[in-house]
């Protein structure tokens, strides 16, 4: 099947800066991606997505852009609060309904 | 509403026994899924459901895993015999429509001993 990787497994800023996750997909036929965030013990939370007709996307304090040519998706976070540390996910819809989700990248927001 | 609502949090059971996960999706959600996640293998989807349908359960791992959806606010995912290799967090989602991001529900732990 598709597989969606992450370049970083472990990402640590200092509170108030800007945050990059990176993330590489497999599938150039994907055509939407959403990025999740999973803090400890919960369930994944829809953060934001695009579709493959945009290349970027912004919402409060996060924005994703797109890199179709190079199958590159990244969440950019504008001044990292200590509640973003989690776990984030990228996901592509590779098939229908069915979404491949990435290994993950841990985010360690430091006071 | 409430969300996506899985029982038990965790469970802890002996090899050999049988598991029974449960999740009741939210009200007017169209699609289903079960995902399993673990440190090494992250989040793999087991199977979805579209209007209580099972459409694609290429990621169920073996025999001993089972899915029903009986009905639209109620889905069980059974392990029959349990495993110690079982040992994860299954995840349960729901979304309406065909493309679009999904809600999660907390999250079952099982761990087989």
């Known amino acids: 099947g598709e597989s969606v990787g992450l370049h970083l497994p472990t990402l640590s800023v200092q509170e108030g800066d800007n945050s990059i996750i990176n993330c590489a997909y497999s599938n150039s036929a994907s055509d939407y991606f959403i990025w999740y965030k999973q803090e400890s013990g919960k369930g994944p939370q829809f953060i934001i997505d695009?579709?493959?007709?945009?290349d970027k996307r912004q919402g409060q304090r996060v924005t994703v852009l797109l890199n179709k040519t190079v199958k590159h998706l990244s969440l950019q976070i504008a001044a990292t609060q200590p509640g973003d540390s989690a776990v984030y996910f990228c996901?592509?819809?590779?098939?229908?309904?069915?979404?491949?989700f990435g290994s993950g990248t841990k985010l360690n927001v430091k006071p | 509403d409430a969300g996506v609502i899985q029982s038990p949090r965790h469970e802890v059971t002996e090899m050999g026994q049988e598991v029974t996960l449960r999740c009741k999706p939210i009200s007017g959600h169209d699609y289903l899924f079960w995902y399993r996640q673990t440190m090494m293998r992250g989040l793999e989807l087991l199977i979805y459901?579209?209007?209580?349908?099972?459409?694609?359960d290429s990621g169920m791992p073996e025999d001993r895993f089972s899915a029903k959806m009986p009905n639209a606010s109620f889905s069980t995912l059974k392990i029959q015999p349990s495993e110690p290799r079982d040992s994860a967090v299954y995840f349960c989602?729901?979304?309406?429509?065909?493309?679009?991001?999904?809600?999660f529900g907390s999250g079952t732990r099982l761990t087989v001993v």
């Open positions: 989602a729901s979304t309406l429509g065909t493309v679009s991001g999904y809600t």
């Open positions: 996901a592509e819809n590779g098939n229908f309904n069915k979404f491949y």
């Open positions: 695009i579709r493959s007709n945009m």
């Open positions: 459901f579209n209007n209580n349908v099972p459409i694609d």
